[in-house]
């Protein structure tokens, strides 16, 4: 029996599929997120931008947008923006001119280090969900999940 043929038995409870709920969490996420950074002056893919450049200093913007999960042109109006509020700065490669580099200034290190608790929490709170002995096998799988559909994780490996 094929999984469409259980989805078309009226007899047979339909279960949304795990996409399905894997995108319902990242909307959840999301939203808490928003709302916890909001006060602070940010976005969540604002943060996230921040926090890949604390990862990883020195990003070129399309590096930094593929870190992000955005849009090179999403990033450059989020880099116009961060570096105008002083958390990001920019410098010339010194291996190609044509490419900025982008490095957290001590203010964008501070404003990481002030929401930093607040998505912990929020990672705790989803967390807690799931029995603590489970949590670093939930992490491999979502792990597991990215490289079998070709996402590699945002530090490359």
């Known amino acids: 029996m094929t999984a469409r043929a259980v ?15 894997v995108k319902r969490l990242e909307l959840a996420v ?6 916890a950074l909001r006060p602070h ?24 947008a593929r870190r992000s999960f955005v849009t090179p042109q999403t990033m450059h109006e989020m880099v116009q923006w961060l570096e105008r509020h002083g958390h990001i700065t920019r410098r010339r490669d010194p291996n190609n001119r044509r490419v900025l580099l982008i490095s957290l200034t001590p203010s964008g290190r501070d404003l990481l280090a002030r929401c930093d608790p607040l998505v912990e929490a929020i990672e705790a709170t989803m967390l807690g969900a799931v029995p603590e002995v489970q949590h670093a096998l939930f992490r491999q799988n979502l792990e597991l999940c990215c490289s079998a559909l070709g996402d590699e994780a945002p530090d490359g490996s």
């Open 7 to 21: 989805r078309d038995d009226p007899g047979v409870t339909d279960e949304p599929l795990t996409l399905y709920l």
């Open 30 to 35: 999301r939203a808490r997120m928003d709302e």
């Open 41 to 64: 002056g940010l976005t969540t893919l604002q943060f996230t931008a921040l926090a890949a450049l604390r990862a990883r200093d020195g990003l070129s913007s399309a590096q930094l």
